[in-house]
């Protein structure tokens, strides 16, 4: 069974404690449509477990496949340097059905972030070793696609329904 | 079936069709580690499929200098459609004539259902078979073993 390599840390990007007796780990690509999906069944997980449970998101963008995954995953993470990580996080998935160009400029300026900062970031590609390191260490683990789950560190190689996902933490829970 | 061919093993060599005019010799590779991937079947879902992975990875295998060949029962035509689909940058080879042959040389041919397993072979610069490994077929193996093997040959 695949195991997370890299283990969850400060540099993470989490919501909830991190003393949390359950850590989900979600590697994930902001143009995947399975990570759309995934992306409400997490907020009611979190609403679901409440403070039993932490989540950290990780990147793994698939930019052959998917060609708005990294500039979106960049912008992500310059939203993350100004501490709005998850605001973006959570707007390029509610968004994610008109992902361009454009899409990240509007949600920049949304959050009241200057659009011409994430330009220049996007350009000089300063986010892009942050976005590498994610994908790097995934692979290492064993991500096999996305979305791909860590439950405190095993791959859940189930399916990420609610209730697969509610069955697969309550285990380690108990 | 015969069981998967272990570490050890000579890897089985083959000509098969990577195109509709091209073929690929897997002894023409010697002289650098190959990744040989056996794999169900073409155009299976695309986030979790394990071509469009691998593809994605093809850097991180080409730092040890690694070939990567996809290999299924799909015919050249086919193989040629999807790679231009999923925008891929390494071989897929065509076990098509006599289908499956190659499969079945390495152990991993379903006679039941027709097509091969989710497997994956490291072999060395010499053509032997350093690690291996069948993926129960709905689970896609990801690469961590395939980049443990790799770091194994360097030792």
Known sequence: MAKLSVAVSAKDHRQGDKSAPCTLVEYGDYQCPSCGQAYPIVKRLQKHFGKRLSFVFRNFPLTQLHPYAEPAAETAEFAGSHEKFWQMHDLLYENQNRLDDDLLVELTQELQLASAQLLKALETKEFEPRVRADFSGGVRSGVNGTPTFFINGQRHDGAYDFASLVEAIDLVLE | ?155
């Open chain 2, 1 to 155: 079936m015969t069981a998967i061919l272990n570490a050890g093993a000579k890897a089985p060599d083959f000509s098969l069709s990577v195109n509709p005019d091209q073929k690929l010799t897997l002894s023409e590779l010697r002289g650098k580690p190959v990744i040989l991937a056996f794999y169900p079947a073409d155009w299976s879902p695309v986030c979790g499929d394990q071509m469009a992975l691998y593809n994605e990875i093809l850097p991180e295998f080409q730092k040890y200098g690694a070939e990567l060949v996809g290999i299924s029962v799909d015919g050249a035509w086919c193989h040629a459609a999807y790679a231009k689909d999923h925008n891929l940058h390494f071989p897929l080879a065509a076990d098509f004539e006599p289908k499956g042959a190659i499969a079945r040389a390495y152990g991993v041919y379903r006679e039941k259902e027709g097509f091969c397993e989710r497997a994956l072979f490291v072999i060395d610069k010499d053509g032997v078979i350093r690690w291996s490994y069948c993926s129960p077929i709905l689970v896609n193996p990801g690469a961590d073993g395939i980049l443990q093997a790799l770091d194994e040959l360097e030792k």
